[in-house]
């Protein structure tokens, strides 16, 4: 089917949408990919490049090479991830600082719906998808519960957390900002953003590319041959992360980040009656009911073009 421009701006938007779920700790644009219906064809799109593509581009020239490559996709949805994912990196900075309760909210409910739109999606279940969601669940809530590293802004450590925190962003549930958080990776890339270092920005991007090349095609070859048993693992994925975005948390212990301001290290869900000073309790349900529908607008709007 031939896609008009309208298509295309629309899947801008999907990438704005994922973007900016990538630029919060705990939230997966490969979620926003998957509900929205273009996760399988971003996944394709990605690891069909390869040799024989670029083969195609010098024996049959650029416009088959481009047709070949789904360039028009892949130009229309990076061009939403990029713009967004640089921008929201900022506000989604400020908001975790000073309306934590309320942006985790919104994620939660985004999250909280998600599972029911990816897990409907599995036809036949069995032992091996229920030990895969399983599975998928202790992975992603094990990962959740990790500790923060310290802080590190070498190049060949960008390059590598680039490559690993791509991979994550990638799946449904686990999120590519949490993974850089846990790799101490975070604040260099943020600060990277700030200040226009266009050198650490292309060592983290080169490093992105690399394992975004690698595993899309680990990704294609799971969906292929086990597609019911992956749909399970991602939806064990999703489920394991609840806990990474809920609201109401408590501060286990502190460290002094770089610039010497203390900040917390560990932190644990506890129940919001629990919670010392404001829970900010209506205000949350009411943003977390926002994101479960907003998922909701996303499925049918995914649906429609499937």
Known sequence: ????????????????????????????????????????????????????????????????????????????????????FVSFMKLAKYLLEHHPILIWSFFFGLILASIFFVGKQITKWNLATLLALLIGTALAFYISKLPSMATNGSSWFLFLAGAIAICAMILPGISGAFILVVLGAYKSLSDAIDQWDFKKLMVFICGAIVGLLSFSHILKWLFKHYHNITLA??????????????????????????????????????????????????????????????????????????
């Open 1 to 84: 089917m031939q896609r008009r421009f309208l298509d295309y701006l629309i899947i801008s938007f999907k990438g704005i949408a994922m973007g900016a779920a990538d630029a919060v700790p705990g939230v997966s644009g490969g979620t926003i990919a998957f509900i929205s219906g273009i996760y399988e064809e971003l996944i394709n799109t990605i690891s069909n490049v390869n040799k024989s593509l670029f083969k195609t581009l010098l024996n049959k020239g650029f416009k088959v090479f481009w047709k070949q490559l789904n360039g028009h996709f892949l130009v229309a949805l990076l061009l939403g991830i990029v713009l967004s």
């Open 233 to 306: 693992l991602l939806t064990g994925f999703i489920i394991g992360s609840l806990n990474t975005v809920w609201p109401w948390k408590n501060t286990v212990s502190w460290h002094t980040n770089s610039k010497g301001k203390i900040v917390p290290f560990l932190q644990e869900s506890i129940s919001p009656f629990n919670f010392e000073g404001n829970n900010q309790l209506l205000f949350a349900i009411i943003l977390l009911i926002l994101g479960f529908l907003t998922i909701f607008i996303l499925e049918k709007i995914g649906s429609k073009k499937n």
